[in-house]
């Protein structure tokens, strides 16, 4: 399938609303196909063996000058003669990506911002990732309450420039606690007794600690985004949160991760400040895009719904992303124009907001 006169002018240009930067080394095959999956593949086989490989080799070779689907030491070659900047640069730029909003707080050292903007031709902001920003502000801070002060200076010192701040653990299992802001006794206890027991680098750890740092993102008004991971007790903590952050002034964006759509969706309906992120945040192995499209235009508002890749390392990984989203769109909002139920009007301007306009006006990029 291919882009149809429906989409190919109105979503020719994406926001992606969440994903990280690029490796800046040459990879091998091995280091290359370790990137398209998680755990182990089969004896005899590799992650090229999987929906997330078998995509890469239909549409990147054709981007760096091969045949669809050549065998990958094929590509992996081409892509060494090129070199890493200039395959990176035809891949990001072919799918037409005009803003990227980048999660920088990764473990392992990607590129930033700027050098993606330069390699894909587009915008590109910082999401600030919270439990990054107070592991560096542990680093310099030698007390409990000097940490809690720096901390909440930094928070609002990187908001100036920040598109958004992100949590990989956020609301936590417990929907007692997600839906109220810690005591300040609490906070101090907890913040004490990590500083004692963490070496310089150290992951941050807790619930207290973590629930202190959403509460304190959304008292600088940037959008907060969330992972929302399966679970009954994760899905009762975001709801949780999502009720008790009503009225504070920031939006919260609920990425889909491992592929609870629905209830995002559903929480998008219901709260005027959540919006769902839609796409396969998690390339590797989430749901079908077009799958998560289909719930979420029969649970939320249109104005709620936004792109989200969730890429990073590989440009073939923005790369197939962005392909598969617009062709989800191209099948769900054009089978909707198809079949009678929507206007062809009607389904561009759908395609438009979920595709650019609805991140556009939530994170503050025109």
Not at 59 to 75: D, I, Q, R, S, T
Not at 97 to 118: C, R, S, Y
Not at 231 to 244: K, S
Request: net charge neutral; aromatic share 6%.
């Amino acid at each position: 399938m291919t882009d149809t006169p429906l989409l190919v002018a109105d979503t020719a240009s994406l926001v992606d609303q969440y994903c990280h930067g690029l490796v800046r080394d040459e990879l091998g095959l091995a280091t290359f196909e370790a990137r398209l999956g998680r755990g182990s593949p089969a004896p005899g086989t590799t992650f090229f063996d999987s929906r997330t490989g078998f995509a890469v080799r239909r549409w990147c070779p054709p981007l760096l000058g091969l045949e669809p689907h050549c065998p990958p030491a094929a590509y992996l070659a081409r892509r060494r003669e090129l070199g890493v900047l200039e395959s990176g640069r035809r891949l990001l730029r072919a799918v037409r990506i005009a803003a990227h909003l980048v999660d920088t707080g990764t473990a392992e050292e990607l590129t930033g911002p700027p050098e993606l903007a330069a390699t894909g031709g587009a915008v590109a902001r910082e999401v600030v990732r919270l439990e990054h920003l107070a592991e560096q502000v542990a680093d310099t801070s030698g007390t409990a309450d000097a940490f809690l002060t720096n901390l909440a200076e930094a928070v609002h010192a990187v908001s100036a420039t920040a598109a958004a701040f992100t949590s990989t653990e956020g609301p936590g299992e417990d929907a007692a606690v997600a839906g109220t802001p810690p005591g300040p006794g609490a906070v101090r206890a907890a913040a004490a007794t990590w500083l004692s027991g963490r070496a310089a680098g150290a992951r941050l750890a807790g619930p207290v600690l973590v629930s202190h740092l959403l509460w304190v993102a959304l008292t600088t008004g940037r959008p907060l985004q969330l992972h929302a991971l399966p679970g009954p007790r994760r899905a009762a903590a975001l709801t949780a949160f999502a009720r008790a952050t009503a009225g504070l002034g920031a939006d919260v964006v609920l990425l889909g991760g491992g592929g609870p759509h629905d209830h995002t969706a559903r929480l998008a309906a219901l709260h005027p400040h959540v919006y769902a992120g839609i796409g396969p945040v998690d390339p590797y192995g989430g749901p079908p895009v077009r799958d998560a499209l289909a719930g979420a235009l029969e649970r939320a508002p249109f104005g709620k719904l936004m792109y989200a890749s969730g890429a990073g390392g590989l440009p073939e990984l923005h790369v197939v992303a962005a392909r598969e989203f617009r062709l989800a769109l191209e099948a769900v909002v054009g089978g909707k124009v198809a079949e009678g139920a929507w206007s062809a009007r009607d389904g561009r301007r759908v395609a438009r907001m979920i595709a650019s306009e609805n991140a556009r006006r939530v994170y503050g990029l025109d």
